[in-house]
């Protein structure tokens, strides 16, 4: 069913209070859920509501953090949310390394001890509305093997990054480190179909693809994907002093205790660098190129990052509203906290 952004948005804000969040957390977190599901990125939308509000009310969020800003340098900081939820505190923790990039070209701000960060792009995309470069990585529950093995180590450690051009549009680049995420494997699992050999291993390392033997899923591009997910970990996790690694926390392990995870937002001056001005004008003109690229066979045209999100915003408009599964109204819109239960699961929900 198709429900209007702010009904939505509000829905999910009221089971966050109900599970027990002050207001302005709620509205964090309900924003950036609504931004994800209005582009079509409903893994990190509406969907997300029921774990976070069971997590909440089962005290492995901190509703009241004593969260601390330590400026560390002239361009650095760390925010240490005290497990508290993760949207607000990657919102401030960006908020910071723009004030640091306006001042001193560049601000590199880690967020320590916080909880699941969502779709990091709303966190870059900050960045560019304020004419800077964002770059954001995160940590993420292991459920990865690093290259050559055949034991999860490593999450699906997202990287983003998104940059602003003179003509209002924004390139946004967001991708997780692993070839699938683990939704597509759960979403053959039920429609009893396999799944393209490369996603997943079983527990010896071997690629399989019957869904119900996947033990981890795999890294984009072989040993140059792990490489990357794990420079994710060192400047999300290991740099901030957060645990690491292996050692992450699993989302679904246990629902009372904080994740303690880290997170990374840099933002870049473009007016330190090769001027403001300079610098949007040739995005615009990059955009405008890689537009007018010739499409090779079977496909219409060359999208930059982030082009087709802005084409699901409008399409989304255009219906009046954002399409849920009407089992999700039906749990936003009644008297319940949760109803199904992701409490110490394994690190794949089950
Ligand atoms: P994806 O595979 O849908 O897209 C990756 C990137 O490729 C995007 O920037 C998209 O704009 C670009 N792209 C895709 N098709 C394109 C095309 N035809 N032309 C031009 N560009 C194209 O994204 P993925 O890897 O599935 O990640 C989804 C979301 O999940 C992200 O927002 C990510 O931040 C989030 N995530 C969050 C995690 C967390 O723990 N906080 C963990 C893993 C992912």
């Not at 209007?4 to 924003?31: I, S, T, V, W, Y």
């Not at 969502?118 to 004419?131: D, H, L, N, P, V």
């Not at 901030?240 to 303690?260: C, F, I, N, Q, T």
Request: one cysteine or more.
């Amino acid at each position: 069913m198709i429900v209007p952004r702010e009904e939505l948005k509000q829905l999910m804000k009221n089971k966050f209070m109900a599970a027990g969040l002050h207001e302005d957390h709620a509205e964090d977190m309900a924003e950036v859920l609504t931004w994800s599901s209005e582009r079509g990125l409903h893994s990190h939308g509406e969907v997300r509501v029921e774990y976070y509000t069971e997590r909440i009310s089962k005290g492995g969020t901190t509703i009241d953090p004593e969260w601390t800003w330590k400026q560390t340098g002239p361009c650095s900081g760390i925010l240490d949310g005290d497990n508290g939820c993760g949207y607000p505190f990657a919102i401030m923790g960006m908020k910071k390394a723009i004030e640091l990039a306006k001042e001193n070209g560049i601000g590199f701000v880690g967020v320590a001890n916080v909880g699941h960060t969502g779709a990091i792009s709303y966190y870059t995309e900050m960045a560019a509305k304020e004419g800077m470069i964002g770059f954001s990585c995160t940590q993420s529950d292991p459920m990865v093997i690093p290259y050559g093995g055949a034991e999860p180590f490593y999450g699906t450690n997202p990287i983003a990054i998104a940059a602003p051009t003179a003509d209002g549009r924004i390139v946004s680049f967001d991708m997780a480190t692993t070839v699938q995420a683990w939704g597509k494997i759960l979403d053959a699992k039920s429609a009893g179909r396999s799944i393209p050999e490369g996603w997943a291993v079983d527990e010896d390392g071997l690629p399989v693809t019957d869904p119900h033997k996947v033990n981890a899923l795999v890294a984009i591009a072989g040993a140059k994907g792990y490489g990357l997910m794990m420079m994710v970990d060192i400047l999300s996790g290991v740099l901030l002093g957060v645990p690491a690694g292996k050692h992450v926390s699993s989302m679904y392990h246990d629902l009372s205790e904080g994740r303690r995870l880290g997170h990374l937002n840099i933002a870049i001056n473009p007016e330190f660098f090769c001027g403001d001005k300079q610098f949007r004008e040739a995005m615009s003109v990059v955009l405008d190129e890689l537009n007018a690229v010739k499409p090779g066979v079977g496909f219409d045209k060359v999208y930059w990052p982030g082009e087709r999100a802005q084409l699901r915003i409008q399409a989304t408009k255009d219906a009046g509203g954002i399409e849920i599964v009407d089992d999700i109204y039906d749990y936003l819109v009644s008297d319940d906290l949760y109803r199904n239960s992701w409490d110490h699961k394994n690190r794949f929900a089950e």
